[in-house]
């Protein structure tokens, strides 16, 4: 997708989207993407986008779940490329409690990948993110002013979208899951009156085009239905199937804290 400063690629990662914005000058990747991502991602800029990797400035990482964190800190590691994300993202997976929701959230992932039928690759990453640029509700992106950082809790405390205003570009993350046209929530909602507080706030912000993590579409024009129905299924209730997901995502003390908004 083109727009007059910078065009916007969809990179399909191992079981997520993530967003390569190019520049004339310089790159942002958003989202951390999945371990295996790595050597692809450095594939797509330096032969697609036929860029040296040092042009890529910052990785942009919403949450710290693997197919979301999974790839930025190995390739900070390789090529240098500081990390922006949460200022709170490290203290999720902070402790032994962490530790256990660390493993278990990777091993949801791996399930998912057999579930998308992706090749088994290794997923385990480092839990501690350590960002260069610890990021807050309307912080800006260090290097990309014209994007800001919203917090959209719900999916955990610390989930943020990233969004660039002049062109009502929103990338949501995990909130909202397009499933075959569907709409929903992601698994797990641990903080659903949040969750729900995100979605309306995303519908006030109104955006022209939605970006998500998991969808058929790179792109989605945005309309309220992308709202109405997650919030619909989170009154809902979590179906029984879906249950078990949320009984092993209750670990960390950061859920316990802030058990009232669950
Ligand atoms: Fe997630």
């Excluded at 520049?23 to 330096?46: C, E, M, N, Q």
Aim: with cysteine; net charge positive; charged share 25%.
């Amino acid at each position: 997708m083109k727009f007059k400063e910078f065009k916007i690629h969809h990179f399909k990662g191992y079981v997520q989207n993530n967003y390569i914005v190019e520049y004339k000058d310089k790159i942002l990747i958003i989202d951390g993407a999945s371990r295996p991502d790595v050597d692809p991602l450095h594939k797509y800029i330096t032969k697609t986008l036929n860029s040296p990797v040092e042009k890529v400035k910052l990785f942009a990482v919403t949450h710290c779940h693997p197919d979301h964190a999974g790839a930025a800190g190995i390739f900070k590691k390789r090529f240098g490329t500081p990390i922006a994300a949460p200022h709170d993202i490290d203290e999720w997976y902070h402790g032994f409690r962490g530790t256990l929701q660390h493993l278990s959230d990777t091993l949801q992932s791996r399930f998912m990948a057999r579930k998308l039928k992706a090749k088994h690759r290794v997923l385990y990453y480092n839990k501690r993110i350590g960002p260069d640029f610890k990021l807050y509700d309307r912080s800006v992106l260090p290097g990309f002013e014209d994007w800001e950082a919203i917090h959209s809790p719900g999916h955990t405390m610390h989930n943020i979208s990233f969004y660039n205003k002049k062109y009502g570009i929103l990338y949501v993350s995990d909130t909202i899951i397009d499933s075959r046209g569907k709409f929903l929530p992601p698994v797990p909602v641990l903080f659903p009156e949040l969750m729900k507080q995100t979605l309306r706030r995303i519908g006030m912000i109104k955006p022209e085009y939605l970006l998500l993590a998991h969808g058929g579409q790179p792109f989605y024009k945005f309309n309220q239905k992308m709202i109405d129905d997650p919030i619909r299924i989170i009154n809902a209730g979590p179906p029984i199937y879906i249950r078990l997901f949320y009984f092993i995502s209750k670990f960390t003390n950061v859920y316990r804290k802030n058990r009232e908004h669950a």
